[in-house]
């Protein structure tokens, strides 16, 4: 898209909060102009995961549609599926601004949103409206909990019961780390006991039942990986994403903003997502799909991330200070990677 790099220029030149919202804006005015844009997902490397034909392997990670917005134009700039999210069942603001860091000279962001959410009434509006049409690549959702919530788990249950049947697959994701005592349930035994709900919701959506994954952090003891990968192995879920955020600051970072609070995200995240996701894969063998993300800025990002063991990628930072083209970048990076 020839507009895109000026745009993205621009948008740069404002606070990060602003850019992003403009973003989600100015995608959802091109949506309804029915702009080209890139004319679809890129055909590069088709994959079949859980069931599900993705014309590319590069999907856009969640955060960026939190409310499910931009779903089509994102399609229509390339990449192979979306995920939206986080939704939390009821709307909820999220944390005190400023709580979106850009740190250029590191390639990366610090966030701390805290799952700023519409809810899921809006959601569901949403998605039964953008499944009027067909899509062209598959649709994630990614539910969360709310802050006030005195049952977090209970929150991935109702979500999914509420949205599985829009949604081509869908996320728990236990492990953003701007909801207090939310990466807990990655303990096994919290895991368990929040997973069989939402299971038995799924059950309960309809006949075809979605592809459940789960988001974990990267910030994993090995003893949390080999509880994680049992899980993993049982009927409860379908396959994990690799990674989100992290809440450690590698002793390099350059920005005076380094300090702020919340999960860091891009450059500084690649080798760290990409060693936890290796792990995983090496605990699971083959056959369990795993989505990486984290860090990807290129095509040999991309390359890496398949060469670790992933079945699929997502990006999102990236997006901020690359541009779209690097959609088709890490697509050709992971089609060219030793698998
Ligand atoms: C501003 C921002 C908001 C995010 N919000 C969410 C979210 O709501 N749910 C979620 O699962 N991940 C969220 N993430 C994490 C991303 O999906 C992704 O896992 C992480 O940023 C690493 O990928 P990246 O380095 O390509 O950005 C967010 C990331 C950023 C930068």
Redesign the pocket.
Known sequence: MTLAEPAVRLLRLLPPEAA?RWTVRLLRGADALRLPLEGGPHRIAPQRAFGLDFPNPVGL????D?DAEAVRAALALGFGFV?V??VTPQPQPGNPRPR?FRLPEDGA?I?R?G?NSKGLDRAERRLAGLRQRPLPGPLGV?L?ANRASDDLAADYATGARRLAPYADYL?V?V??PNTPGLRALQDAAALRGLLEPVQAALEDSGPARRPLLL?VAPDLEPADIDDIAGIAQTPLLDGL?V???TVSRPPDLRSPLAGEAG?L??RP??AP?TAVLGAFRERLGPDLPIVG????AGSADAAAKRAAGATLI?????LIYEGPALIRAAAEGFRDAAA
């Open positions: 992003h990670a969640a955060g960026f939190k995920e999210g986080s979106v962001v966030n949103y799952f990614n969360g996320v994701n492990s953003s988001k994403i990674s989100n955020t999960g995200s891009g995240l690649m997502s993300v984290g860090g990807i997502q990006l999102y930072t990236g």
